[in-house]
């Protein structure tokens, strides 16, 4: 059974940084593309961003340029990076890991900018 553990989020405020890390508990079986998600409330789920194997990056305009992903394979954990936070960022913030045949979510865990 697999789980995503996710960690590190909490209250800031504006311009401030913060780190969440997402841990795979269990086997996944395949090439795996590693993101986070986010929603705020009343607001529909939106991507972060997301980081292939080897590597490779997307993000959303939103977070261009503030926001980084990377990954440790060898510890099947993915973290973000957040600079530069804004009020805008507030939200639920999900760990979602996608295979060839699978996905998954962790729980979510809130991330609050506010002065």
């Known amino acids: 059974q697999v789980q995503l553990v996710e960690s590190g989020g909490g209250s800031v405020q504006p311009g401030e940084s913060l780190k969440l890390s997402c841990a795979i508990h269990?086997?996944?079986?395949?090439?795996?593309?590693m993101g986070w998600y986010r929603q705020a409330p009343g607001e529909q789920r939106e991507l972060v961003a997301t980081?292939?194997?080897?590597?490779?990056?997307n993000y959303p305009q939103s977070v261009l340029g503030r926001f980084t992903i990377s990954r440790d394979n060898a510890k099947n954990t993915t973290y973000l990076q957040m600079n530069s936070l804004e009020q805008g960022d507030t939200a639920v913030y999900y760990c979602?890991?996608?295979?060839?045949?699978?996905?998954?979510w962790g729980q979510g865990t809130q991330v609050t900018v506010s002065s």
């Open positions: 269990g086997n996944i079986v395949g090439f795996a593309i």
């Open positions: 979602h890991v996608l295979t060839e045949t699978q996905e998954y």
């Open positions: 980081i292939t194997t080897n590597g490779y990056t």
